[in-house]
T-cell receptor, first 115, second 113 residues
Framework: NAGVTQTPKFRVLKTGQSMTLLCAQD?????MYWYRQDPGMGLRLIHY???????AKGEVPDGYNVSRLKKQNFLLGLESAAPSQTSVYFC??????????????FGPGTRLTVL | GESVGLHLPTLSVQEGDNSIINCAYS??????FIWYKQESGKGPQFIID?????DKRQGQRVTVLLNKTVKHLSLQIAATQPGDSAVYFC????????????FGGGTRLMVKP
């Protein structure tokens, strides 16, 4: 049971390039989330999903897109990267409504630098 | 590893002492609270949670206290160890559709040997 995994661990992009971050979970969780973490800012929610085929905007969605084609995967896309998107990105998952816990479990993070 | 937060409030304690980390939450409708620990270069790790119908919950060496009157949450760590050095975040959930959490800014705990 690997929990929540993220690929890649590190990436450097040039302004305007695109990329996709992959998150996978093997806990059969319904809900998945993408956060960014900047120094002194804590964690901010970008997008989330409450089930396969569904996505919704979080606190800071601009410049990002997401897809949840399979229950176990949640993809975060940057179509045209900007230096303001330099950050550490974390994926999380939680069991979903009706379960005994609302806890979110986090992946190890992806450090993205946009030059 | 990366720096989680360059301007975080810092709590420095001696190894073996007890630590108390405080958090003020924002939404009086929040009904679920979590404490996370984040070590340098790693993702947040679940420590302990508490629902709003409780005011205290204990785990192994950790206790969470909830004061809904003043919207205050605290994490107590007994017999603090060097391995407890990390950034600690509180998070609140107000029963929203996506179980979304709102995170506090974090506190850095430094344990002196």
């Amino acid at each position: 049971n690997a929990g929540v995994t993220q690929t890649p661990k590190f990436r450097v992009l040039k302004t305007g390039q695109s990329m996709t971050l992959l998150c996978a979970q093997d806990m059969n969780h319904e809900y998945m989330y993408w956060y960014r973490q900047d120094p002194g800012m804590g964690l901010r929610l970008i997008h989330y999903s409450v089930g396969e085929g569904t996505t919704a905007k979080g606190e800071v969605p601009d410049g990002y897109n997401v897809s949840r084609l399979k229950k176990q995967n949640f993809l975060l896309g940057l179509e045209s990267a900007a230096p303001s998107q330099t950050s550490v990105y974390f994926c999380a998952s939680s069991p979903g409504r009706g379960h005994s816990t609302d806890t979110q479990y986090f992946g190890p993070g992806t450090r993205l630098t946009v030059l | 590893g990366e720096s989680v937060g360059l301007h975080l409030p810092t709590l420095s304690v001696q190894e073996g002492d007890n630590s108390i980390i405080n958090c003020a939450y924002s939404n009086s409708a929040s009904d679920y609270f979590i404490w996370y620990k984040q070590e340098s270069g790693k993702g947040p790790q679940f420590i302990i949670d508490i629902r709003s119908n409780m005011d205290k919950r204990q785990g192994q060496r950790v206790t969470v206290l909830l004061n809904k009157t003043v919207k205050h949450l605290s994490l107590q760590i007994a017999a603090t160890q060097p391995g407890d050095s990390a950034v600690y975040f509180c998070a609140e959930n107000f029963n929203n559709a996506g179980n979304m959490l709102t995170f506090g800014g974090g506190t850095r705990l430094m344990v002196k040997p």
